[in-house]
């Protein structure tokens, strides 16, 4: 699992450097803000931060990964979700729902993770701009891959079974770190992929009692 | 289901007594978030408002009423969790947990209902005061009916699984009203408790790989 580290700062930095790092994140913030996550271009990002998207790029590598450093994730999402789907070994110890659900809480429980993704939350919750923003960053760097994982589906039934996948992680994250209630707050992680990785693993891969409109 | 009614008010009201009102909510709003739904007291709030508690009783009746007028709430969620309950048929054409998504997702699209709730959950991610007092509400109104329906275990385990449910259920109306995930939002309320219905029922009544400490 990738740190978002930032490349290039190993061997000390150029005078200004830091002060050009800043400059961009801070615009970052304000477009994906102002546009939204699909639409923000690291082109335009470079543009009003005063330099060349050579230089962001070099900087910061992939949109996900500005994004990422901007809003303060200590990790990325997306590449916990891959990380979790490559590594799953079909053994029979574990079905791939647990596996995920086990990843996502060490992933939570990681320093920084859970105010940056409450943060966000925070502010998806106060504004429609903000909602769009989390709204299109979940859906392109976490949910994209877990639709990967319902295979053998259309596209947009793998979307759908995404989502629902996406509607129980975002509701154990609340219950258990944010109204704590008891029995989740408390349970063990084992104890909790045990209960709802099969959740998943069923929103991902049997009949959903779905009938569409047409066949 | 009961519509949260102020009583007493068909016929006119005394002079004063929309003044009197209004002082015992914005004393419980005060009361509920300073110390929490559990130890907030009928009483203690009546004393704030400086008025005798019986009459707080004549116009709210109970805590839960009092607490859903003063958070503005249109109806009271225990009433339509203990009402989708005892609604229940089981003749086979569709589960509880099914029937259960239904009757949330009809309370949820009523006006006012989601403001209210979202209104409550953004408090509770900026103050764990606020948490707290959700926490309890929740808890105390919404998830004990629901442990209730877990039935044959021990108090402890329909805990845990009233809080499964209301995981899923928390992250659904997050993940639809919220973030407005495109295949959940725009999916009908027949489809999703098909979908995610026999995730309640499985967590009310399956076993869920759970390994207590002593047997």
């Keep these: 699992m990738t740190e978002v580290r930032r490349s290039g700062t190993r061997g000390g930095r150029r005078p200004g450097e830091s002060h050009t790092r800043e400059a961009i994140l801070s615009a970052a913030r304000v477009r994906f803000g102002e546009?939204?996550?699909?639409?923000?271009?690291?082109?335009?990002?470079?543009?009003?931060?005063?330099?060349?998207?050579a230089l962001v790029h070099h900087f910061y590598g992939t949109k996900e990964r500005l994004f990422a450093t901007a809003m303060r994730l200590p990790a990325l999402p997306g590449e916990v979700v891959t990380s979790a789907l490559s590594s799953f070994r079909a053994d029979g110890s574990v079905s791939l729902g647990e596996h995920m659900v086990a990843a996502a809480l060490t992933f939570w429980e990681r320093v920084g993770v859970l105010e940056t993704f409450l943060g966000l939350l925070r502010s998806a919750l106060a504004s429609e701009r903000a909602a769009a923003m989390l709204r299109e960053f979940v859906s392109e760097t976490i949910l994209a891959p877990v639709a990967a994982a319902a295979a053998d589906v259309e596209p947009a039934e793998a979307a759908y079974r995404a989502s629902l996948v996406?509607?129980?992680?975002?509701?154990?994250?609340?219950?258990?770190?944010?109204?704590?209630?008891?029995?989740?707050?408390?349970?063990?992680?084992?104890?909790?992929?045990?209960?709802i990785g099969p959740t998943l693993d069923r929103y991902l891969t049997s009949d959903l009692g779905h009938r569409p409109a047409q066949r």
Tied chains: 1, 2.
Excluded: K
């Design 35 to 53: 546009v939204g996550y699909d639409r923000a271009t690291i082109r335009a990002i470079a543009a009003d931060a005063g330099v060349d998207p």
């Design 166 to 195: 996406g509607s129980q992680m975002l509701g154990l994250a609340l219950t258990r770190y944010v109204l704590r209630l008891g029995p989740l707050a408390s349970a063990d992680a084992g104890t909790l992929a045990r209960a």
